[in-house]
């Protein structure tokens, strides 16, 4: 073999990360880790901001008794028209959508699917839903689960800020621990192959 190796050789972590290090600068140790945290920043914000804002739609929709075709209420009329996560939430296929009807569904439009969403959903077709003409409404069925998934108790600010403070505080713990681990698992490996 060259240079003296042979093939039962176990690859230390350590010379594995100086690899990765020298072959990908990018993908050093350091920026996988806050890339992981900023990812999960991200997502904290996202889910803060979707279950607060759908979370008071459906607390609006329970509290005002919206729960037949008849009493039901378009987003603007609910004072949700241009509140982004919850018309995002309303799209078709999407969780909230199948817990809220809508009682003027049979007046719009039907799109056919592409090729990928039909071999995936195996449906030819979906509603496209004009959102600032649909009447929503939620089901006495469906009113217990939509409250147990959209609760806004515990949505707090507070509660969101000390989420990214830990995250971050992870995040640095790791960096700091991560190679002292690594070297102590390159110790043992180290005694183990000797």
């Not at 969780?95 to 007046?107: F, H, K």
């Amino acid at each position: 073999m060259s240079g003296g190796l042979s093939m039962m050789r176990l690859v230390t972590l350590t010379s594995l990360m100086d690899t990765i290090e020298y072959n990908f600068p990018i993908l050093s140790f350091e920026s996988l880790v806050w890339s992981g945290c900023a990812g999960l920043v991200l997502g904290a914000l996202g889910s803060y901001f979707t279950r607060r804002d759908v979370g008071a739609l459906v607390d609006k929709l329970v509290r005002d008794g919206i729960d037949s075709p008849e009493r039901a209420l378009t987003l603007a009329e609910a004072g949700f028209a241009k509140n982004i996560p919850v018309r995002l939430a309303l799209r078709t296929g999407k969780p909230l959508r199948r817990m809220i009807s809508c009682a003027n569904e049979d007046t719009f439009e039907t799109k056919k699917h592409g090729p990928i969403r039909r071999f995936f959903t195996g449906e030819a077709e979906h509603v496209q839903t004009d959102l600032t003409t649909a009447r929503f409404y939620l089901t006495e069925e469906m009113k217990y689960r939509a409250q147990t998934r959209y609760d806004t108790k515990g949505v707090t600010p507070l509660h969101l800020l000390l989420s990214v403070a830990l995250l971050i505080a992870a995040a640095a713990v790791a960096l700091y621990a991560a190679p002292r681990l690594i070297g102590l698992l390159d110790s043992f490996l180290t005694s183990i192959e000797s």
